[in-house]
């Protein structure tokens, strides 16, 4: 893992808070419980108790919600610089489970250190509000997508989503971006059937707007995706600090 100061979380808060040494030091502390999780192997389960928070470091984790007939609602993905499982702590139980989509290096976060660093340093706890303010309007815009986008448009706003995203961590750009996902990841995330996904990102392609093809989204007109799908970042709110 890279020094905190270099860190995606140090990264992402950034872009809501200029960090101070002192905030810097705290966030040192949050990341000493220094963990690797197997790709496949659910971190949280769904209605667990008393289990701690963790910031992803590196790799990717899906959130998702299992159904009585052992279908699944991928509620988002986590990439790293965020938080897992910040409100189920607050909470106390958690309504999601997390799984590792490829082998995960993670922080682990105890409920009693997270309460400490948001006594000592008011404004990196502002930093993390604003962060879970962020994640929840993210679910506000894929309940609109799967509520009122077309598939075409729903996929293309996804994308860059993402993209938008691991730009913020360094990870992304308007170019493009490594993706793990697969497309049964994307439909269990967009209420579409894997062969509908299929269709869909041929479309996408034939069109000249993107390419998804072995782990590499790769936008060709990325002005022409932000018109299909209408997508305005505003929700993301990244364009700098207001606590300076």
């Known amino acids: 893992m890279t020094s905190v100061e270099h860190s995606p979380l140090t990264r992402k808060l950034s872009a809501f ?7 810097l030091a705290v966030l040192e ?10 790709a496949g192997r659910d971190m ?3 209605g667990q108790s008393a289990q701690a928070a963790y910031i992803l470091s590196a790799g990717w984790v899906c959130s998702y919600k299992l159904q009585a007939d052992g279908t699944r609602q991928i509620v988002d993905f986590q990439v790293p610089g965020d938080f897992l499982g910040l409100r189920s702590v607050l909470l ?3 309504d999601h489970s997390f799984e590792p989509i490829v082998d995960i290096e993670a922080a682990e976060v105890l409920t009693s250190d997270l309460l400490e660093a948001f006594a000592q340093t008011p404004r990196l706890a502002t930093a993390i509000l604003w962060a879970a303010s962020r994640d929840e309007a993210m679910v506000v815009e894929h309940l609109v997508g799967i509520g009122r986008r077309d598939a075409d448009a729903r996929m293309a706003h996804f994308l860059l989503e993402l993209g938008s ?12 971006f490594e993706c793990p996902l697969t497309q049964y990841h994307l439909a269990d995330t967009l209420g579409l059937s894997a062969v509908h996904v299929n269709r869909v990102l041929r479309q996408l392609r034939e069109s000249g707007l993107v390419t998804f093809r072995d782990g590499q989204v790769t936008f060709h007109d990325y002005g ?3 018109d299909l799908a209408e997508f305005d970042p505003a929700y993301l709110d990244q364009t700098g600090p207001l606590l300076k």
């Open 29 to 38: 502390r949050l990341h000493q419980r220094r963990r690797t999780f197997v």
């Open 224 to 226: 022409g995706l932000v």
């Open 165 to 176: 995203r691991l730009a913020l961590v360094g990870m992304g750009s308007k170019e493009g």
């Open 17 to 23: 808070v200029a960090l101070s040494d002192v905030e």
């Open 44 to 46: 949280v389960h769904q």
């Open 92 to 94: 106390r139980t958690s």
